[in-house]
């Protein structure tokens, strides 16, 4: 291979048609093969701006171009909804309206279709309706995501999964669920239009403040209180059901309606003690998602955990809990969180003695009974590794639908077993 330099000048007009002619070649190709296979998956041209051109040259020293498109530099993918520490209050507020961290906040051109794309894409004849949420980088959406997401196809051959996020409705995303929609499964990312999804609902006033500066976001990332609220406002427009991307699915939902999870209860009185928010299933315009989003605008805290979220709708469901109006039904942990958070490590670690073994295969049997899936308390989580044997990974060596996807577990291959 020798560099483009090494051609003489006499040849440097032919080699300039040639480039020029090539480029553009290569990129009318890439606009029909995008309009082909993105289907009704489009972009702004502002959030595409970012091309690397790079050039190799043949043996016969006629260099050809190729173009590698980027959703934004690696620079710009690191951000997240997080103020720096120790800043006060105005300082947040000022931070919370530099661009472009905060574009989820205002509407495009492709937000702004956000609702027909919505409607269009549950007239697909979907056996059960899922919502997931995602507002990080589209390159963290990992491996353990994706399982999750098979175990969803796995249970609910023909569910439709909608994944409500502006990193993911990119070219990007759209990588990282090709091979679950080249298999058939309908997923799609969308991008929200937020002043939409929250308008005539309690919700449109605390984002107004929000956005206007009137309101301060808090210590607590704002990624993770906007996608609370997100997911009540788009079960509350839409119906459905909502699943955090960390929720591995066992058995399925078709026949669950207005049903939210307890995750621990008084072992003596068997009540319910804290519920969670992590899973949710309800009807459209359903009464309690409307409180859930009152109570959210009108006790907003930022600055404590939970407090947006699993501690929110717990503090809901004690006031409203008998009275006449709300349909709705609680169930116990051992549907959604079968294991608690405190020992969820246990799930990743493999079988030391034969005591651990029969352990094991006795969990994997209670699992398969009541429950509908496991929260895997990602927070916590993220850090421990899926070791051979353990009951996650043989929880996903029975429920991919990828299964010529190798899955690297501590190092070692597991592909589906049954």
């Known amino acids: 291979m020798f560099g483009c330099q090494s051609l003489g000048r006499a040849k440097s007009s032919i080699f300039s048609t040639i ?3 090539a480029l553009i070649f290569i990129i009318y190709a890439f606009t029909i ?4 296979s993105l289907q009704s998956l489009t972009f702004d041209a502002k959030e595409i701006s970012y091309v690397r051109i790079k050039s190799i ?8 171009m190729q173009e590698e498109i980027d959703q934004v530099p690696k620079t710009h993918q690191s951000w997240s ?6 800043v006060k209050k105005e300082e947040r507020i000022v931070f919370l309206k530099k661009p472009p961290e905060f574009k989820i906040l205002y509407s495009s051109n492709l937000t702004k279709r956000f609702h027909g ?3 269009e894409f549950f007239d697909l004849k979907c056996e059960v309706q899922f919502f997931m949420t995602w507002i990080s980088p589209a390159n963290s959406f990992g491996r353990r995501e994706l399982s999750c997401m098979e175990s969803l196809f796995d249970v609910h051959r023909r569910g439709c999964l909608m994944i409500i996020s502006r990193t993911m409705d990119s070219v990007q995303g759209y990588r990282i669920l090709k091979p679950i929609l080249d298999r058939g499964y309908k997923v799609r990312a969308v991008a929200p239009d937020l002043s939409f999804l929250f308008k005539s609902t309690p919700a449109e006033a605390w984002f ?3 956005k206007s500066g009137h309101k301060d976001p808090g210590e607590i990332p704002l990624a993770q209180n906007l996608s609370n609220l997100i997911s009540l406002a788009i079960l509350y427009k839409y119906g459905g059901i909502y699943l955090d991307t960390d929720f591995f699915v066992l058995k399925s939902f078709k026949g669950l309606r207005n049903s939210i999870g307890a995750q621990s209860i ?7 003690t804290r519920l969670n928010n992590a899973v949710m299933v309800f009807d459209m315009n359903h009464p309690l998602l409307f409180e859930f989003m009152q109570e959210f605008a009108s006790t907003f805290d930022g600055n404590k955990w939970g407090h947006n979220g699993p501690y929110l709708v717990s503090r809901v469901v004690e006031n409203v809990e008998g009275r006449p109006g709300y349909n709705f039904t609680i169930l116990p942990p051992m549907a959604f969180y079968p294991v608690y958070w405190t020992r969820i490590e246990r799930l990743f670690k493999k079988p030391k003695n034969w005591d651990d073994s029969s352990w094991v295969k006795g969990q994997l049997l209670q699992l398969s009974g009541e429950t509908y899936g496991v929260h895997l308390w990602n927070k916590l989580s993220s850090r421990f590794k899926i070791e051979e044997g353990s009951i996650l990974g043989s929880l996903i060596s029975h429920h991919c639908v990828i299964c010529d996807r190798i899955i690297a577990l501590d190092e070692k291959k597991l592909t589906k077993k049954w």
């Open 208 to 210: 107004r403040e929000i």
């Open 81 to 86: 909804l997080i103020p720096p520490l120790d």
């Open 57 to 64: 040259a043949s043996r016969l020293q006629l260099c050809f």
């Open 266 to 272: 008084d072992s003596v009185s068997k009540k319910w």
């Open 33 to 36: 093969i995008s309009n082909i």
């Open 117 to 119: 794309r919505v409607l």
């Open 19 to 21: 480039t020029l002619a």
